[in-house]
């Protein structure tokens, strides 16, 4: 195995990095065929691969990509006459119930694939009414029509069941190992792709005719688990967003705020920027320290006086805000290393992550 791919990691020294991210970035620096492996400041362990990571690499290897590929975050701006967080919240449409195909004719579907179209997933997904509350470049605000109380549509979430099938259909023939025909598998990935950017752009339009508000075309919609072919090597990101000039949403959690910045990231940073505050335990540690600090009520209505529509109650838990970096150290360390600049920030009104449970409880 050849070693020689370097690792840079872009976080302050007080900045919140697990070693065993670190490491499990010098892991994959000595996979074959590795050149350079950038880690964000959301970094964090996954399965087979860093999250919060760019890889550069002569050879393809979708373990790096995962199963959810094309998953991103979207933004949308609203027109809402009255933004009352618990009514809003109680108009949500239920994102767990897959559209009707036959209400999508004439919809052009990525590899046809209509299972669990217009639904959200569970994990770290969500689709979020927030409002602007912060305006950090008023000029690069206004070129994208956004101002201070502007209510905006955030939409996190993939490609679902089709992504797992593209990465089952690989793992089961060759594990771990490199694409054996890359291009076979590219011609699939961007087919994941372009069906996650439909399926926000379908829940987005659930969403805002549940709530009767105006939807408006995305501001950003940017895919942060995804392969490319880049100066002639395959650029993976897992959980890191393109940072070469587009504008991104860096999720923060539904109890604080998020950041839409403008990326300047190049090639050190492997022209990536972070997707997100990032873990800082694990869905079980959330959990067991949840359970001893709150109760399933203080959990739906966060510190910022945004209401959480959430019918699983381990999701509750395992997805509270606690579970995760400082989102403004994540953006801080982006600055820093000028990998990118705040443009505006949002905090939450609703966030939705799963339905309420039948019979009223939720």
């Avoid at 890359?182 to 926000?200: E, K, Q, S």
């Avoid at 001893?292 to 381990?314: I, N, P, Y």
Wanted: aromatic fraction near 4%; include cysteine; proline fraction near 6%.
């Amino acid at each position: 195995m050849q070693s020689s791919a370097t690792v840079t990691v872009f976080a302050a020294p007080g900045s919140w990095i697990e070693s065993d991210a670190v490491a499990q970035c010098h892991q994959v620096a000595a996979l074959d065929g590795m050149i350079h492996v950038a880690g964000m400041p959301d970094l964090h362990p996954g399965k087979g691969a860093p999250i919060g990571a760019a890889m550069i690499s002569s050879v393809l290897y979708p373990l790096l990509v995962g199963s959810d590929i094309g998953c991103g975050i979207a933004v949308f701006p609203l027109r809402l006459k009255r933004v009352v967080p618990e009514k809003l919240a109680a108009r949500f449409p239920d994102l767990d119930v897959p559209l009707d195909p036959g209400g999508l004719a004439g919809t052009d579907i990525p590899a046809g694939c209509t299972d669990s179209l217009g639904t959200l997933g569970r994990g770290n997904h969500f689709a979020e009414l927030a409002r602007v509350d912060a305006v950090a470049d008023a000029a690069h605000a206004e070129r994208l029509g956004l101002a201070a109380g502007d209510v905006v549509l955030i939409v996190h979430s993939g490609s679902r069941g089709l992504g797992k099938r593209i990465l089952r259909a690989h793992t089961e023939v060759h594990g771990a190992g490199p694409a054996a025909d890359p291009a076979v598998y590219l011609a699939a990935h961007d087919d994941a792709v372009r069906w996650g950017h439909l399926n926000r752009r379908l829940m987005a339009e659930r969403v805002a005719d549940a709530i009767g508000a105006h939807l408006g075309e995305p501001i950003t919609d940017v895919c942060h688990n995804s392969v490319e072919v880049r100066d002639g090597a395959y650029l993976h990101r897992k959980g890191a967003a393109p940072g070469d000039g587009q504008d991104v949403l860096i999720a923060g959690t539904r109890g604080t705020r998020s950041f839409l910045v403008a990326t300047h990231a190049g090639p050190e940073a492997a022209h990536s920027v972070a997707h997100g505050a990032g873990r800082k335990m694990s869905r079980s540690d959330a959990l067991r320290r949840g359970k001893a600090k709150h109760t399933v009520e203080e959990l739906r209505r966060t510190a910022v006086g945004s209401v959480v529509v959430c019918g699983d109650r381990q999701l509750l838990f395992e997805e509270a805000p606690t579970a995760y970096k400082r989102i403004e150290q994540v953006i801080g360390d982006l600055t820093g290393f000028g990998l990118a600049t705040p443009v505006v920030s949002t905090v939450p009104v609703v966030t939705y992550k799963t339905a309420p449970q039948r019979g009223g409880r939720r």
